[in-house]
């Protein structure tokens, strides 16, 4: 069973920053994709950023320029640099990694969450 472990959100004003990490633990064998998505009160959850094992990243339009994926593959770590940020982006946000758990069984697991609040 893989366990993801999100911190670093917080309350910050708008135009500030925060980094958001993601920790990785438990029993699998390969980790393919990992990634950030949120969830704003009265709406659904949608993506913001994924990372694939490659190197190669995806953002929502929304985010482009502002917000920058990366993973320390060494230490099953996924991090999310927020810069510039607004208050629609406020939010909670989800940490979710897929891969392989052995040989034979994907996984496709969910952290708790984190609350980002950004005030204006």
């Known amino acids: 069973q893989v366990q993801l472990v999100e911190s670093g959100g917080g309350l910050v004003q708008a135009g500030g920053s925060l980094r958001l990490s993601c920790v990785a633990s438990?029993?699998?064998?390969?980790?393919?994709?990992m990634g950030w998505y949120r969830q704003a009160p009265g709406k659904q959850r949608e993506l913001v950023a994924t990372?694939?094992?490659?190197?190669?990243?995806n953002y929502a339009d929304s985010v482009k320029g502002r917000f920058t994926i990366s993973r320390d593959t060494a230490k099953n770590t996924v991090y999310l640099q927020m810069n510039s940020l607004k208050p629609e982006d406020t939010a909670v946000y989800y940490c979710?990694?897929?891969?392989?758990?052995?040989?034979?069984?994907?996984?496709?697991?969910w952290g708790q969450g984190t609350q980002v609040t950004v005030s204006s």
């Open positions: 438990g029993r699998f064998f390969s980790i393919n994709a």
């Open positions: 979710n990694g897929q891969g392989m758990g052995d040989v034979f069984h994907k996984f496709d697991s």
């Open positions: 990372i694939l094992s490659g190197g190669s990243t």
